[in-house]
Structures are given as C-alpha cells and as structure tokens.
C-alpha cells in the first residue's frame, strides 16, 4: 500500500489534520534515547577502528621481491575490505539515527499543525511558512548524527513517556509536555526485568542481539547500574568485538559472554571496576589486553575455549583471583607470573600445549585443585610441594616419567591421577602423603613395573587403579589399606595376588595378604633363614620339593 496516498481527497481541516496524523503514524517506532546513544557510540568506535586498521594497512612494508604496483593493489584491496566491514557493522546504527532524524523532523511538522490550528482565524488556518528544508539524512562514518531535542513527542512507550497533543483526541490544540525516560521492562536492581530486555532487544522469534542492540543494552545497564548482565549465546555470529562502551559498566559484579562469537576485547574491559565474575568461555578471542589486569576485584575468569596463545603480563595484578580456567587454549608455556596469584584456590590448564609447569607455581600458597590434563608436561617442578593446600592434582595424558620427591609435603592431597604418562615408578615418598583417598597411576605404557614398599602409609586410600602395567607382586604393605572399596588391576601380570583373587574384589586382595603374612610369619618360627616378601610370595606357591631345600633348625 502506497502510504502517500495522492490521490486522496482533503477537502476540510479536519481531513488533512488527519492525514498528517496519519502519516506520522506510518512511521516506525521512535528509537529510545538509549539506543540513539549506543548508536552513536558505536559509530564513533567503528571510526576509530577503522582508522587504526588504515594505518597497520599503511605502515606495511613492500617486499623487496615484490613490485610495487601489485603490493599497493594488496594494500588497496585490504582497505576496501576494511571499510565495507565497518559499514556492515554501522549500518543498523546508521538506519537507526536516520529513523531519529526523520522522528525528530516530524515532531517539527507536528508542532506548527498545532500552532497553526490552534492560531485564530475566520474560519480558516493563516497561511504559514513552508517547512525548512530537511537535513540529509546521514549514511556515512564522517558526517555528524542528529542531536535529539530535549522536548519530543514519541510514540515508542517501551521506552518514553509523553504526553500525546491533542490532534489525536477530539480537539485540534496542541499540549506537548516534557517526556521522561521509562523502562517498562527494567527496574533498579531488577535481574529478571534486564532478562525480559535483553529478550526484547534480541525480538520475538529469538533473534540475537546485534552490535547495535548490544550497544543499547550496555547504555540501558549502565544507567540503571547493573549488577548482573548474562548474554550467554546471545550475540550474534556478526558480532565479533564489544563496544567501547562496555567500560562504562563499573558497577557490574558478574558478566557472562560465554558461548558467543567474540575475538576481541576492547582496552576498556578495565573499567569494569567492581567485576567479581567473568565468563568468556567458548568464543575465539586470540589475546587479552594488558587492561584485563585492571579488574582487581575478579575472583572468578573463565577462558576455557578460545584460541589463547599468550597471556598478558598485567595477569600477576589479578590477586584477588580465586579460580583461573584456562583449559582447551592454545598456551605453550605458563607465564611465571602465576605465581602471584596468592589467592588462587583452582586453576585449569587442561588441553593445551604446556611443556612446563613454571617453578613460580610454588607462590600459589592457597591452590587446592590443579588440573593440567592432555598436555606436554615431562615433569612437574620440585616446587609443587610447597603447596601443601593442594588437594586435587590431575596430569593425564602427558609425558611424566617421574614425580618429584617433594610429593612427601603434599599433606592435604586427597586425588592424584597420572594415568596415561610415561611412569617407571612410584617414588616412596609419595606414601608420605596420607591425606590420599583416591590414586590413579594406571595406563603408563607397559613401563611401571611395581607400587612402592610403603603404600600401605596411604591407610585413608579408597580408591587405586593400577591397570595396564607391568606390575607383577603387590607389597607387603598392601594388606593395611582396610578402606580401599575400588582397585583396579587389569592388564597386568599379577602373580601375588593371583589374578582370580583381585578379580573378586580389593578386601579380598587385603585378606590374602594379610593370609600370606601369616603363613610367612608362622614359618619364619621354624625355618631359616628368613626369605624375602618376594621369595616368601614365590615359596608359598612352589611345591613340596622346594621346602625340603630350607635348612630346619
């Protein structure tokens, strides 16, 4: 439907009154002065960015081999890459302020129908002035945005309330009033009004949010001091950074990102000042700005899931830092700086490329869970035993070929997993640990071949997997784990105990040792001299010729 309709005819006041109205109608929604702001600034960040990726562009360097003319066509076409990209992202910002402009000019036509009407006559409007020509509407980055009247009457009620004149009720004069900004959808402090929001800038039928309607949702926040934002899956897959503008958040506890799309932080994530909980797990961020070290009051960074490579510097200001998850990054090396994190009770560096554990790690005086899985790791560094909080350490899936003697001073730890590594052995000291419940050093690729002599010091010990190894006797001390509940011991050689007797279960193995220690001792009466735990476990299963060999006092 053409809505100029030309050929109506109007006839009387009362009919191109109505037409006017008509029109203004047509249009839509007014844009809240929310948005007009985070359209605003977010045409000014896309500036900025443009012009920084026009200097890299321009700061290259040509090749020698390479002739000129053809690298200038490479730096011209990146150029024109750069600036169809910020135009895909300015151009919902762009529609959005010339809808403003086109609003704002109306408001104008409005008011002098008012006037005009309201003027008294002989039965006819005086004539009047024909409007001012309007502005161009602005569709490129250098021009300026309208500025938005103080006074305005809108017909968008999510967001202003008017007074509406009263060319909509029965009268013809005009009585325009001060709007004032109303939220329906959000009150102070109100979690689920922002929820309700964040639904309604992302539309009906579960659209994400775009650039511009996240730009709006941070300025809406930001006004209402926002303590909790979630936007977990809800961005865009267009939307790749955030908006400078989310530096304005500084009363933000907790801010979740996770699952999005995001490569790149701003520098004024800093701002985020009052940050206890950040989530950006599962984007594709590359690097974090050293500004990331101006959060002093996180407790809790999730940046599991992205495509790390490097850690900044500024990570040692994070001291008040309590749970680190860096897991499934692309990290080589650990920075030794993540030994000023004094406060740091989790940390997760599992699925990386990490060769090294720095010996720094020592400083993390308050780690009580250490999770290192699906690495490089050849060793662990003689300092891990000066974390004597330290309750959970898990190094799956590495190339460990020892563990450091320092274990002993482990007196919290509880859970030990170096399954799938590269053990010849458990060192003794290990059973200085007594705290241990549950012990995994199975799969260890044929090359352990037996627990040590003083495993039975792990007397609080629950569970034990020892599979797929050489081991072929089990020590002595074996028989003092009276709480073991789950052992597990196949693929392995077992001579004592016999194979079927781990098969019926770890109370079982405990008993048919404490059996053997019995025979032994009993024997040990009348025959001499004294043979070995290994000799002993071998005698008893030999036959009658090998006893007649001992000498009988």
């Known amino acids: 439907m053409n809505p100029l309709q030309l050929d109506k005819r109007l006839d009387t006041t009362e009919q191109v009154v109505e037409e006017i109205m008509r029109l203004h109608r047509s249009l839509p929604p007014r844009p809240g002065l929310d948005e007009v702001e985070a359209a605003t600034s977010l045409i000014q960040n896309v500036e900025k960015e443009d012009q920084a990726w026009r200097e890299a562009i321009a700061s290259q360097r040509k090749p ?57 006559s002989n039965g006819s409007a005086p004539p009047s002035r024909l409007p001012p020509r309007p502005p161009p509407t602005s569709l490129y980055l250098n021009e300026k945005t309208p500025a938005r009247p103080k006074e305005m009457v809108s017909r968008d009620d999510s967001f202003v309330s008017k007074a509406k004149p009263s060319l909509y009720g029965d009268g013809f004069v005009a009585t325009p009033g001060t709007p004032q900004v109303v939220d329906s959808t959000l009150t102070a402090g109100d979690n689920c009004g922002l929820n309700h929001f964040v639904l309604c800038l992302g ?134 700086s993540i030994g000023s994190l004094a406060n740091l009770k989790k940390l997760d560096v599992e699925t990386n490329d990490i060769e090294e554990i720095p010996y720094s790690i020592g400083g993390c005086s308050s780690l009580t869970e250490l999770r290192a899985d699906y690495n490089k790791l050849k060793a662990l560094p003689e300092a891990i035993g000066k974390i004597t909080t330290l309750e959970i350490l898990s190094v799956r899936y590495n190339n460990i070929r020892q563990l450091p003697t320092t274990m002993s001073s482990l007196s919290s ?36 071949v037996s627990l040590p002599r003083s495993i039975g010091n792990l007397e609080m010990l629950e569970e034990l997997d020892i599979s797929n190894n050489q081991i072929r006797v089990l020590p002595e001390s074996f028989r003092m784990l009276t709480k073991l509940r789950v052992f597990r011991a196949q693929e392995n050689p077992l001579q004592v105990p016999p194979r079927e007797v781990a098969e019926k279960g770890p109370q079982a193995v405990v008993q048919y040792l404490n059996d053997l220690v019995e025979q032994r001792n009993a024997k040990s009466l009348v025959v001499k001299p004294k043979k070995s735990w290994v000799q002993m476990c071998f005698f008893s299963k030999s036959n009658k010729k090998k006893q007649s060999s001992m000498e009988i006092v």
């Open 203 to 336: 539309g009906n039928d579960g659209d994400k949010l775009s650039l511009i309607k996240l730009a709006s949702l941070i300025e809406v926040s930001s006004k209402k001091a926002t303590k909790e934002l979630n936007l977990q899956n809800k961005l865009s897959e267009q939307v790749e950074w955030l908006p400078d503008s989310i530096g304005k958040l500084s009363t933000l506890t907790s801010l979740d990102l996770s699952e999005n799309h995001i490569v790149v932080l701003p520098n004024t994530i800093g701002g985020l000042s009052s940050l206890t909980n950040l989530d950006l797990r599962s984007n594709r961020i590359t690097h974090l700005p050293e500004s990331i070290g101006e959060l002093i009051n996180l407790v809790s960074l999730n940046l599991s899931g992205n495509q790390l490579s490097s850690l900044p510097s500024s990570f040692s200001r994070l001291l008040q830092l309590e749970e680190l998850n860096l897991s499934c990054n692309n990290l080589p090396v650990l920075p030794e």
């Open 64 to 120: 020698s081999d390479v002739p000129g003319e053809l690298f200038s066509i490479l730096q011209e076409m990146k150029k024109g890459l750069v600036q169809f990209k910020s135009k895909e992202q300015i151009r919902e910002a762009v529609k959005l302020l010339d809808l403003e402009t086109v609003h704002s000019l109306f408001d104008d036509f409005i008011q002098r129908a008012s006037d005009c009407i309201s003027s008294p």
């Open 413 to 448: 730890l509880k859970e030990l997993d170096v399954s799938f590594n590269e053990l010849e052995s458990v060192p003794e000291s290990l059973c200085f640990a007594t705290a241990l419940v549950k012990l995994n050093v199975g799969n260890n690729f044929a090359d352990m």
